[in-house]
């Protein structure tokens, strides 16, 4: 685990992260590092030892809140990574990182739910939903990029989001903890250390994110439907109600955002939709989000 501080002319604050790769590569969260992703800015890491290094970012994504960042290190020790798919609800967990500043700091839990559709980073805008783990483990501010470890050591998320009471401000832990898992986390950090960017899996439909009803309906707008998209082909129109997803049932349109996320780019799926008082089945095939 390391420690991150981020300075801009305007703010300052520090986030956790870890050895993605040996040579200098570390993950952490897209949020920690935003303030000085156009370079005006300062970003340290802190290691274990001590050892301070200035800090480049190679590459972010919003979309699943994740960056890699790179120091100038090589022949660091890196954690092993686990399969968040085979992760199950009770099994005991750690958080590690640096709440408040304070590095180093583990704290235990257990795994409450997989799958949760929450927002990552500070936008709830429809690109920033994450299929998260859950845990009880208390996480803090300053936490957000640190490992979440199984039981033996192996990472098995990324810290990224947590729920507080009474105000927009993060106060403390509630034991409402949120990881993205590291199935997902490697894929995109694989890609930003490749390129520098990093895409995800489309349907190509804009959804109606204020839409109380049972499904996840595509927005009533001309430009709702993606032009020569998997949809459009696929015969799906503005209102249309898509209730399953991949023998999943859908119940919100977070719920479908992170289900098409947790798919790659050019999986074929099926879908059923509501239309007129008649469900519909079809399979489409995902293709890459344009950065």
Avoid: C, W
């Amino acid at each position: 685990m390391v420690s991150i501080n981020v300075r801009s002319e305007s703010v300052g604050g520090n986030g956790s992260g870890f050895v993605f790769d040996s040579n200098g590569y570390i993950l952490t969260n897209n949020h920690v590092i935003a303030e000085v992703a156009d370079g005006n800015g300062t970003l340290r890491v802190t290691l274990n030892n001590g050892d301070v290094y200035d800090a480049t970012i190679v590459g972010r994504d919003a979309s699943y809140d994740l960056a890699i960042i790179k120091i100038a290190a090589n022949n660091l020790p890196a954690l092993q990574f686990g399969d968040s798919e085979k992760v199950a609800v009770g099994d005991a967990v750690i958080a590690i990182g640096s709440p408040l500043g304070l590095s180093g700091t583990v704290t235990m839990g257990i795994i409450s739910a997989k799958n949760r559709p929450v927002t990552a980073g500070e936008s709830a805008t429809e690109s920033s939903f994450i299929n998260a783990l859950q845990t009880d483990a208390a996480i803090n501010p300053g936490n957000s990029g640190g490992p979440l470890v199984d039981a033996t050591g192996a990472v098995i998320g990324v810290n990224s989001a947590i729920a507080s009471l009474g105000s927009t401000v993060q106060t403390g832990s509630i034991g409402l903890g949120f990881a993205i898992p590291i199935n997902q986390a490697r894929k995109t950090a694989d890609q930003l250390i490749k390129s520098g960017k990093a895409t995800y899996p489309i349907l190509g439909v804009s959804l109606d994110m204020n839409f109380t009803g049972l499904g996840a309906k595509v927005a009533q707008s001309n430009a709702a439907i993606l032009a020569d998209g998997p949809a459009a082909k696929a015969g799906i129109r503005a209102g249309d109600i898509i209730i399953n997803f991949e023998g999943k049932v859908i119940n919100a349109a977070e719920e479908l955002i992170v289900a098409i996320r947790a798919k790659n780019v050019g999986d074929t799926v099926r879908l059923t939709y509501y239309r007129d008082g008649k469900e519909v089945t079809i399979t489409v095939t995902l293709i890459a989000a344009k950065n």
